[in-house]
């Protein structure tokens, strides 16, 4: 049994241009998307804005309606185990916040009581994870007195009390440092393989993507368009970039990107082409023999980035 | 129900009111000033008049009922308001809370509230007027319960219209609350109202307890049937608004509650 299993899902706005009398326009946010989520999985969720991720992560909170489709959490249809199923299914997300004029402690304990944390398991859990998030010397600030950072700590730490099965992570290191970044992450990897837990992630930071994820759903237009590891995706884009340093020659570099119609930018003595992989080798031996010395030379394989940017383009 | 979520929002809302002392403030402040202002403009019109037709009393009882209704119906909806106001909404409703649980536990902290209020108001009438507390006490306790009921009847439809609309209908719900108010006949009799207005005050169930307030108090009139008119009242009001709610709540999932924060 898969933790969760999304099918058929759709979403329809509707609404008027003016009220009651005005036309009425619809707009499909989600068309169809099904997708399964298997234990101990991170599945990264991804797709240029207005692809729907938020409007499906609503949908699997509960907090928004879907038009059609069914979600069923361990088995379980989610309209009809609400409260049950959710009680393993948590989230964190750096654009919701918690009530700003409750102490971190508090709104931790709030929290810890909305899912049935009992005590003394849920002060345990709490001071075990401030400490860990190394803001245990915050417990007793206002939520209002943290900085971004903090405050994405402190959401993490409230997805992760009630030893939930699953987690919806919504850009959950979008502002934070890059040193306690690294850590969350590890920390996410180190609760999927130790606990099992499967996590649903969505970021921008596709380096990100690719260190965590172990598969990535790609959605355009509301539609899933890709279903893969990040490796085998960032494969599917053929182009890698080929970085020289120029000492002599470069108008005839230039000639040779020209003539076999290859995108290159170049500053000063910088000079970059975009080029298939299995092409690279074969265009060198050609720029030297066109009489092209550089000192130094760069190969940037296709990355999750250059696949996300090619969707993104085509989206455009 | 599950006794740990009720808390979580019970919780909440104490522990707010406490770290926000504007928010205690705004709880307090303006019932102390009503019986101040009415309190001593009853004792000066019950001497002007040289009787002893307890015009103090109904005045300052009227204060306290009022506290009952308003306030506490502000409080219902309130709590909604607090949770858009932080942007809490979604952090509340996508957890395994029920929307019974939910209303239990914004319920069990206004009964908490509406303890402490009335006491402080008892004790600031004691220290301001020379009327018997256990005597005022003794027929707020008659009547108040009504009232109670009455704010939490109407601070559904409240919260009905805000679940859907979101914070653009803040504004609006403060607004519903003391339109009550002039049809209520708080101060005065609603027979001094004009004819139509009398029409909105008979299907009110505030208007009957004051009404039966004034009664028992100045006449010693039985106040029972104007007890059973309210309650009833209560009770389709009751029904219907609470229908209503979860109706409005569903319909709001329909767009998203994230937008109620726009």
Redesign the interface.
Known sequence: MNPLEVKNLSKTFKSRTFPVFGKLQEFTAVNNISFTLHKGEILGFLGPNGAGKTTTIQMLLGVLNPTEGQISYFGKSFSKHRSEILKKVTFASSYIKLPSKLKVWENLDVAGRLYSVPEPQRSKKIESLLKFFDIWHLKDKLNGGLSAGQITRVMIIKALLPDPEIILLDEPTASLDPDIAQEVREFIVKQKKEFGISILFTSHNMDEVTQVCDRVLVLKEGKIIADDTPLALAKSISKAHVHLKISSGLENAIKFVQKECLTYKQIGFEFSFEIDESDIASALIALANSGVVYTSVSIDKPSLEDYFLSVSKKNK | M?F??I??IF??HL??ML??LNKLLFTFYWPFLDVLLWGFLGKYMQDLQGSNNNLEVILLLSILLWACFARLGMEIFNALI?ELW???V?????????LFEWIAGVLSFIILLSVILISFLLLAIKLFYSVSILYLFKNFIIFAPFLFFSGIVIGFLILSILIYFGMRAAEIAYVIIWSFMPFSGVFYPVESLPAWAQKISSVLPMSYIFTGMRAYVLQNVNPIPYIIKSSILILIYGILFLFLFFYMF?KS??????RLTD
């Open positions: 599950n740990l979520p808390s979580a919780f909440r522990r707010f770290n926000y607090e932080t942007q809490n979604i952090n509340i409703f996508a957890s395994p809370i029920t569903n999932k329909n767009k998203g509650l994230n």
